[in-house]
């Protein structure tokens, strides 16, 4: 296995001190970017995802160590690395690293140049910093999950999207770039607080917004963009399969009903909020009458805004994607391609996530130049699992 993928980031060196969620997705984010990523896992960690560790997309393009940070070698197997690091990222709770001997001041002793990134839920500060969650949580105190859901009906959980990778993991990642940008020019490094309450909040700009300008109300499902408008809804087709529409501008509009063959009827109009309710009753009733793949044929090469709702299974072999390469192949199954495009250094195809075993812990302490290998080697701190 290659130590890391090619791409705009490749010779920067990042620990990754392994947890769940928004940090290991940071960390594939730069590995993906090209980063020499170095995950540092403890032996028989506990919980983990309930799936073979080579189909875990989370890990791709990195490098594993088991360390026992509790070993009186743990923590300088950690330190030694991060003395030749650029970036650390962790996603303990506050003060965790500390304790463990791994905090900020203990690698900026090392390394003071170090960007120093942590994920959390509610942040390293505040009432609720020590308070266990996950991204229902997270999401809910910041209001959009509130706002998620239809008319009449709960809120809805828009995967884990939302927080722990949207609000979260992407936070982080622009976070450390930020840094870095920062420390070429200072020469320090600086902690990156990466609370996925505030990337969740700042993601919710523009509701908050229309919001302060009246035009957004507390009622989810009645606003704009939120499924109030029947022409930004999902409906059902035919086949018991759905089509998303977002015929938001006027010209979009007038496509939309000319596909729906409803040109010239007796219709709201389209602002008409009054007429909304017939106005979506009418579009469902139509909508009904033809497949999901009859009405994607249907609204082929215009600008409706109209798109066939996909599974995970049919996304990966739609034709636009396809022609993009947006999947990639892994064995037979389908996995997100690094994204975004680089004109001069594209990324290429990542390393595949590493099983037990898959990983020399020699070669990685002597490509990142950390002097005395050996003796951390043999120190019984790093273990390695065979295959």
């Given amino acids: 296995m290659g130590s890391h993928a090619a791409g705009p980031?490749?010779?920067?060196?990042?620990?990754?001190?392994?947890?769940l969620g928004p940090a290991p997705f940071a960390a594939m984010f730069l590995a993906d970017l090209g980063a020499d990523v170095v995950r540092v896992q403890r032996p028989n960690a506990g919980f983990t995802m309930?799936?073979?560790?080579?189909?875990?997309t989370l890990q791709r393009g990195k490098r594993t160590l088991d360390v026992d940070l509790k070993h009186p070698d743990g923590a300088e197997v950690v330190l030694a690395l991060a003395e030749h690091a650029d970036v650390l990222v962790e996603g303990y709770r506050p003060g965790v690293a500390e304790r463990l001997g791994l905090g900020p001041a203990d690698c900026w002793a090392r390394n003071p140049a170090l960007v120093y990134g942590r994920m959390t839920g509610w942040g390293q500060d505040g009432p609720w910093a020590q308070r266990a969650g996950h991204d229902p949580t997270y999401q809910a105190i910041t209001g959009s999950l509130h706002a998620i859901g239809r008319a009449g009906g709960p809120p809805q959980l828009p995967l884990s999207l939302v927080g722990d990778f949207g609000g979260g993991a992407l936070y982080l990642v622009s976070g450390i770039l930020a840094a870095l940008w920062e420390a070429q020019r200072s020469g320090r490094g600086q902690v990156v607080d990466a609370a996925i309450v505030d990337g969740v909040a700042h993601l919710m700009a523009?509701?908050?917004?229309?919001?302060?300008?009246?035009?957004?109300?507390?009622?989810?499902?009645?606003?704009?963009?939120?499924?109030?408008?029947?022409?930004?809804?999902?409906?059902?087709?035919?086949?018991?399969?759905?089509?998303?529409?977002?015929?938001?501008?006027?010209?979009?509009?007038?496509?939309l009903l000319d596909g729906l063959g409803?040109?010239?009827?007796?219709?709201?109009?389209?602002?008409?909020?009054?007429?909304?309710?017939?106005?979506?009753?009418?579009?469902?009733?139509?909508?009904?009458?033809?497949?999901?793949?009859?009405?994607?044929?249907?609204?082929?090469?215009?600008?409706a805004c109209v798109a066939p709702v996909l599974s995970m299974t049919e996304a990966p072999h739609a034709e636009h994607l396809v022609a993009r390469?947006?999947?990639?192949?892994?064995?037979?199954?389908?996995?997100?391609?690094?994204?975004?495009?680089?004109?001069?250094?594209?990324?290429?195809?990542?390393?595949?996530?590493?099983?037990?075993g898959d990983t020399d812990p020699r070669t990685v302490l002597e490509d990142w130049n950390v002097p005395g290998a050996s003796v951390l080697l043999d120190g019984g701190a790093i273990t390695r699992t065979e295959r």
């Fill in 206 to 255: 523009n509701p908050y917004s229309l919001l302060a300008g009246g035009a957004w109300n507390d009622e989810r499902g009645t606003n704009l963009i939120d499924s109030g408008a029947p022409f930004v809804d999902v409906y059902e087709t035919a086949d018991g399969k759905h089509v998303a529409v977002a015929a938001l501008e006027p010209p979009f509009y007038a496509q």
């Fill in 262 to 303: 409803l040109t010239g009827a007796d219709l709201p109009g389209q602002w008409d909020r009054a007429g909304w309710p017939r106005l979506r009753k009418r579009f469902a009733a139509v909508f009904a009458t033809r497949t999901r793949d009859e009405w994607a044929a249907r609204f082929e090469g215009t600008d």
């Fill in 325 to 356: 390469g947006t999947f990639l192949d892994r064995d037979g199954h389908p996995e997100p391609a690094p994204a975004p495009r680089f004109s001069r250094t594209p990324t290429g195809v990542p390393d595949p996530p590493p099983g037990p």
């Fill in 50 to 56: 309930p799936i073979d560790p080579r189909r875990d």
């Fill in 9 to 19: 980031l490749t010779g920067l060196r990042v620990v990754e001190l392994a947890g």
